[in-house]
């Protein structure tokens, strides 16, 4: 059996069931990549869907899977385009039987399976995002909780986290094919940005700039057993883990920062830190879950809703409606590709409730802006802030200069940005 493995955000081959099942069964098997027309257009409101912080992020992490992939024999074929259309044309050329791919839990990456199925292609779902994956549950997955704590209580305790599988020693393909090119910025119609000084962090994309910032943090800079304490940091790299851009696209798997997780526990420190870690790992598989149960409703709008903009609205994307704390954290994502948490909430709260923007248009700005965008934590996470998600309330409000006080008492991290 020959078999296409097509790849979107599992961009690792350490931990990737995808690409074991696929080496296991097949006779040869030949990766994919696109980037695919309808993430890299502009959005309604005139952005780009994906913009360049992200898009670069992904060019190096398929620069450095199309290095390990070669050096195990394996072969990326990356096109840029329509999916379905780029997906035939390699099928008339290398005849594959079977397409592998993650399984995804919302509508635009499904109806693309649906598409291809309907073209007559053979799909294999592999899940493979979730610590714990959902037939391991204790419950129906629409049985899943409405509530994040309910959830927690239940799967921390009745359902297990499956092992990590070793990454292919050889991967089965027996024709000379050389890497096909990975489109450039400038094909994406997308800027080159210089990387911001000022940023958290040189984010670097690929498996191996994500376990190099896994052993940083973890084992260098020894910072996990005070990340309960610092997290709500604003200024600097290790204030908190920042593996969420790898995670987003799977550079590394939420498995193996568990097990990470663990040794760590065994080795140096087990508390408080090390498992409030685990708990932001169970609060992303908690959004990734109610997608899937829910589908289309998850995100609570009907398919292309299209709310207006305002100036309003513009001033916070720039960072100019004249909320220190708001405009310095609204900089520091327009002009690197990244906020702390902490930033996030306050900027989300302001746009709702103190400016009474519609939070649709924030959910897309992230969309567009963040390099680790992952389209169930970022919209569940503007829905929780909206008070129409999970666990819903109205009064879900941030008081940003208390916060500001609280957070940035001498003004440090809003002097950084504003200046």
């Not at 493995?5 to 081959?13: K, P």
């Not at 708990?279 to 879950?289: C, K, N």
């Not at 306050?346 to 389209?375: C, H, P, R």
Request: one cysteine or more; charged letters at 30%; aromatic letters at 14%.
């Amino acid at each position: 059996m020959k078999a296409l493995v097509w790849l979107r955000n599992e961009l690792r081959l350490k931990d990737n069931p995808l690409i074991d099942k696929a080496c296991r069964e097949a006779e040869e098997v030949l990766f994919f990549y696109c980037f695919d027309e309808q993430f890299y257009q502009n959005s309604a409101w005139g952005f780009p869907r994906t913009d360049s912080f992200r898009a670069q992020f992904i060019r190096e992490a398929l620069t450095d899977l199309q290095l390990q992939l070669k050096e195990r024999s394996g072969v990326l074929q990356v096109r840029q385009g329509n999916t379905i259309q780029e997906i035939q044309k390699l099928s008339e050329e290398y005849h594959f039987d079977t397409i592998y791919c993650a399984a995804e839990c919302t509508y635009e990456e499904q109806e693309q399976e649906k598409a291809l199925e309907d073209q007559g292609f053979r799909l294999k779902r592999i899940w493979q995002s979730t610590i714990y994956h959902p037939k391991e549950l204790p419950f129906d997955i629409v049985q899943l909780p409405k509530v994040f704590t309910a959830f927690r209580k239940k799967v921390e305790k009745y359902s297990p986290i499956r092992e990590c599988i070793a990454a292919p020693a050889k991967i089965p393909f027996k024709k000379n094919l050389e890497p096909s090119p990975i489109p450039s910025l400038a094909d994406l119609e997308l800027e080159q940005k210089a990387r911001e000084p000022r940023s958290a962090l040189a984010f670097k994309g690929g498996e191996t700039a994500a376990w190099e910032r896994l052993d940083h943090y973890f084992w260098q800079a020894d910072q996990l057993k005070t990340y309960k304490e610092t997290r709500n940091g604003l200024i600097g790299a290790d204030y908190s883990s920042k593996l969420s851009p790898w995670l987003a696209i799977g550079c590394i798997s939420p498995q193996s920062i568990y097990w990470e997780i663990k040794k760590y526990e065994a080795e140096v420190k087990k508390n408080s830190s090390t498992y409030w870690l685990y708990f932001e790992l169970m609060w992303r598989d908690f959004f990734r879950l109610s997608a899937l149960k829910l589908g289309r409703h998850f995100f609570k709008v009907p398919r292309n809703y299209n709310p207006s903009t305002s100036k309003k609205f513009e001033a916070w994307c720039r960072g100019e409606t004249g909320q220190d704390f708001v405009d310095a954290n609204m900089r520091e994502l327009r002009l690197s590709g990244f906020m702390s948490n902490r930033g996030r909430q306050n900027v989300a709260s302001y746009l709702v409730k103190d400016l009474g923007q519609d939070w649709y248009l924030g959910a897309a700005w992230f969309e567009s802006q963040l390099i680790d965008y992952d389209v169930c934590s970022n919209y569940g996470n503007w829905t929780y802030i909206a008070g129409i998600g999970n666990d819903p309330r109205e009064n879900r409000w941030f008081n940003v200069k208390g916060q500001a006080d609280r957070y940035d008492p001498n003004a440090e991290y809003r002097q950084l940005w504003l200046e």
